[in-house]
């Protein structure tokens, strides 16, 4: 007998297994549970790792194909191991105006990574983000869930070194 | 001595500039020196330039003192404490918060509470006029409750305009029992912050409109569709939301009427164009956000295919003071069809950057320099972009443009969710419209074939054209782009990315020609 399908072992952790089980226990019965799972499982691990897709997928009753598709469309969820922190620098116009584009030739530069990298040390993650909603105050980044206003390159490098600073 | 009240703002943009550590070393300061004090973090008054901005009240009302940073607090508190009841002297200080002229002259309805109280206090919303459009609204039947929206004249303040009325009269008169009201709190458009500060700064508002909304159109069920960018929002939104249902004000009998109403918060994960509402209701079922097809329109077939209302934050933040004060009342403040107030966010390279809540009718110009005070940099302003990404770029030949949907309309512009966006003379315009089409292919849905493949085109246009080669054909080119995008897109997205792009051809044209060597770096 040929097998339809072969089972691999899953490559996360017990812990990590467990965090997205919580993830569809306690969303799977609500309407519109996908995106909450997401940010769920996101919030838990660090990101969406693919090997989560199957137990979603099958909570829910979707293909994995589905899941799949959930997850690639919003540029919020990622799917490899972020830094230590994340860096979410705004490339918007009101930002723009007031030298965005600056910022993040020197952002990029300084970290040595384009958007979506993860410093050498394994401290930044550089994500592009379109408006932080503190435009008054441009340019802005946010670092975590921590929004910044009037960032100038030296005042980046100086979050930058509190950041690594406190990850050691 | 009584405790000083001594307010510092929470709101994220305070925070931003370190509202934070001002009001830790306000606290530190405070008590070493054995002063009593009562430490309030309200919203954001909106003059973020001031951020963080502190207040001390004494008996004639709250003074202002800003841009206020740690090392501030010992001057600041020693002036507080010599001065025994009256205004007490500071450089920075700014007078009687009321009178700062950027303040003085607004006229704030839907803003009326922000900054003033405390957002998480349930009782401090009740003590200033809270809830009783609410009250109001149990008092009549929901046919009664749709009239007063629709004669106040308020139409979406998410950018469209819709006349909400019509929205929610639809949806009372859409048969079915399951019926859901939505929050479009998706505020992604660059320069706005409106939203934003109405969720930090006052979030039973919110949800005082959308349970008016409820009673009005037959839904039992609220959704707040919460962009992820805005956690300090979330946080706000969900204490408010367990102390409206800890109070009776939402959960299975609102206020004892009988009636029920519950509210969540979803959050979204980073997609501008679930801003757009189909394309929300797609995102809160669990879905890619694509744009839905209309017709069927939401208010008959919207959320899991059920009638709902969908509006923006502001929209529902409006509707508790028109059932309180009455259509009139609102609907007196504006000019032509478009009434009552807008909150306007003054944003970019401007000197005084803020939220400014003013009826329809005031000019431009009279925004960007009685208010703004010119550009940060101090150089001339050379353009604004009003209404996002997707607003048009205006020179200073319509700067005398009226604040209304239709004058904008009648300039190809658009007014919008209300961001004002400044820009000085060393913007490049051809990077900007370069910009417009990079966005929309950035956050393209990806259901259309105009928007997903004709802004990756338009920004290869746009390069040919400014590394001229074959310039005149290449504008003829993007123009006819332009127009098909325009007229065949599905939705705003592609739909509106043309205005950006053209305003900067037709006004700016000089941007496209110049040797790069010349241009100025944007």
Redesign the interface.
């Known amino acids: 007998m040929i097998p339809l399908k072969v089972e691999r072992p899953s490559s996360l952790t017990s812990e990590e297994q467990a965090a997205v089980q919580r993830a569809c226990d306690e969303w799977q019965d609500k309407p519109g549970a996908l995106l909450p799972i997401l940010h769920a499982v996101q919030d838990a691990i660090g990101f969406v790792p693919p090997d989560a897709l199957e137990p979603i997928a099958k909570a829910l009753n979707l293909s994995r194909a589905e899941v799949h598709g959930v997850v690639t469309f919003y540029h919020y969820f990622r799917t490899k191991r972020s830094g230590r922190h994340v860096v979410h620098l705004c490339r918007a116009e009101a930002c723009q105006s007031l030298g965005a584009a600056t910022l993040e030739r020197h952002a990029k530069r300084s970290l040595g990574v384009d958007f979506h990298g993860t410093s050498a040390d394994g401290a930044v993650t550089l994500e592009p983000v379109y408006c932080l909603g503190n435009c008054a105050l441009g340019p802005a980044l946010m670092i975590d869930e921590e929004l910044k206003g009037r960032v100038s390159p030296e005042r980046f490098d100086e979050l930058m070194r509190s950041l690594r600073a406190e990850a050691r | 001595m009584s405790a000083l009240k001594i307010y510092v703002p929470r709101d994220?943009?305070a925070?931003?500039?370190g509202a934070d550590a001002t009001a830790h070393a306000i606290a530190a300061e405070a008590e070493r020196r054995g002063l009593e004090i009562q430490l309030i973090r309200n919203g954001s008054r909106g003059l973020?330039?001031l951020?963080p901005m502190v207040e001390l009240e004494v008996a004639g009302g709250r003074y202002a003192y800003g841009p206020v940073q740690p090392q501030d607090a010992p001057s600041l508190l020693e002036a507080f404490q010599g001065a025994a009841g009256r205004a007490p002297q500071h450089p920075l200080a700014h007078g009687l918060t009321e009178k700062i002229p950027y303040l003085e002259r607004q006229q704030r309805l839907t803003f009326a509470r922000v900054g003033i109280t405390d957002p998480t206090s349930l009782d401090d919303y009740l003590a200033h006029d809270g809830y009783r459009g609410l009250k109001a609204a149990l008092a009549i039947p929901p046919a009664q409750i749709v009239e007063h929206v629709t004669a106040s004249g308020l139409r979406g303040r998410g950018g469209a305009a819709f006349p909400a009325g019509i929205k929610w009269k639809t949806v009372l008169g859409a048969p079915g029992g399951q019926k859901y009201v939505v929050c479009n709190a998706d505020?992604?458009?660059?320069?706005?912050?409106s939203?934003?500060m109405v969720m930090e700064g006052d979030p039973f508002v919110l949800i005082e409109g959308m349970t008016i909304a409820g009673l009005a159109t037959g839904a039992d069920r609220g959704y707040i569709y919460l962009r992820?960018?805005?956690?300090?929002a979330r946080r706000a939104l969900e204490a408010a939301i367990q102390a409206a249902y800890q109070a009776g004000f939402l959960g299975a009998n609102v206020h004892g009427s009988g009636r029920p109403f519950d509210l969540e918060v979803?959050?979204?994960?980073?997609?501008?164009i679930c801003g757009e509402e189909t394309s929300l209701l797609e995102?809160?079922?669990?879905?890619?956000?694509q744009v839905r097809f209309k017709p069927p329109l939401p208010a008959l077939a919207g959320l899991?295919g059920k009638p709902t209302v969908i509006n923006n934050v502001i929209t529902f933040a409006s509707v508790p003071i028109i059932l309180d004060r009455g259509a009139e009342f609102y609907k007196n403040f504006g000019m032509g069809r478009s009434r009552g107030t807008l909150p306007l966010?003054?944003?970019?390279?401007?000197k005084r950057?803020?939220l400014i809540e003013v009826a329809f009718g005031m000019t431009l110009r009279e925004i960007l320099y009685d208010y703004g005070g010119g550009t940060?940099s101090g150089r001339p302003i050379r353009a604004v972009?009003v209404g996002g990404?997707l607003g048009a770029y205006m020179p200073e030949s319509q700067f005398d443009t009226p604040l209304d949907y239709e004058a904008f309309a009648a300039q190809k512009a658009m007014l919008g969710h209300g961001?004002i966006?400044?820009?000085?003379d060393t913007?490049d315009m051809a990077a900007?419209a370069r910009?417009a089409m990079e966005?929309c292919a950035?956050?393209s849905?990806g259901k259309c074939t105009p928007c997903r493949i004709g802004s990756t085109r338009g920004v290869e246009v746009i390069d040919r054209l400014v590394a001229g080669e074959n310039a005149g054909a290449q504008e003829v080119l993007l123009r006819d782009l332009c127009e098909t995008m325009t007229y065949g897109s599905l939705c705003a997205l592609g739909g509106l990315t043309p205005y950006p792009v053209v305003s900067c051809l037709n006004h700016f044209p000089e941007d496209f020609v110049k040797p790069k060597s010349a241009q100025a770096s944007?």
Request: glycine fraction near 16%; hydrophobic fraction near 40%.
């Open positions: 994220a943009a925070r931003s500039m973020l330039w951020e505020e992604g458009d660059s320069g706005t912050f939203d934003r992820w960018e805005y956690p300090d979803r959050m979204g994960a980073g997609a501008y995102s809160l079922e669990g879905k890619r956000g899991f966010q003054l944003a970019g390279n401007v950057g803020g940060l972009q990404p961001g966006v400044v820009f000085d913007v900007q910009y966005f950035i956050e849905c944007a």
